[in-house]
């Protein structure tokens, strides 16, 4: 189930890996799926900066498959997911496989009309961008077994060391829900600093983009007229820069 392990924590986003469990040991055996989120508070799903948003409640299914029929593979499992019985209300299909665009969406859009739930299909192409281009090391190599460990990596200067340290500290913080209780201003504040800190340390593109979204989300429902204006100007300035590096 390593496969399992790594797809679905990228799917869901590597943020809600602590919100998923395993259903059987050795595939979807009785329970149909091979892993699946958990709800949990809106304060915690509010806080998450990586991966698709998800409200609190819903539960959402995922199948893993390296077989080549991934077609016919991919029909099986959706229909045992629903033959549930359970109201997930989003189903992914991972295989391992190199699937067409095309094919996909053909299929995604057949499976959703035939049993009511929005079906989302990912293939190789989507498990290499997750986890390698998108920095996710960890996963390739804990997961999948891909590539090895390299100690004594690259070194970095006592102000990014820092950075890093501050960026990791807030992080921790925001993770707590009740840290912030009853000081949701000082939340967007934190929320604000590890997006400018993400930036400043060059982070991977997907993470400060994620970060500069969250504070405009917690500046929009708990910050002041001034935290949303400074919000939105540093997202709009970040979304300037970032056009700017893919244009050079």
Known sequence: MTLSC???SSASGRSARTYARKQAPEGGGESKVDTETLPVTEEITERCYEGLRKEANETW???ISSQRT????????VEGIVATGRKYARIFFITSQHA???ERA????ELAKA???PVTIHDRTWIVEETIA???IDLAHNFLNVGEVVEGGAQIGPTDYSRQQQLEDIEREIGVPENFSGME????SEALAAAKLSRGLERPRHETDGRFDRVIRLADKYGTPRQKCIASVRAALWGGERGSLLRA
């Open 115 to 117: 049993h009511g739930a």
């Open 70 to 77: 991934w077609k016919a593979k991919a029909q099986r499992d």
């Open 185 to 188: 201003l000082q939340l967007v």
């Open 6 to 8: 790594s797809a679905a």
């Open 100 to 102: 067409r665009a095309k």
């Open 61 to 63: 299914a995922f199948a």
């Open 134 to 136: 998108k920095e996710r």
């Open 106 to 109: 053909k299929l995604e859009d």
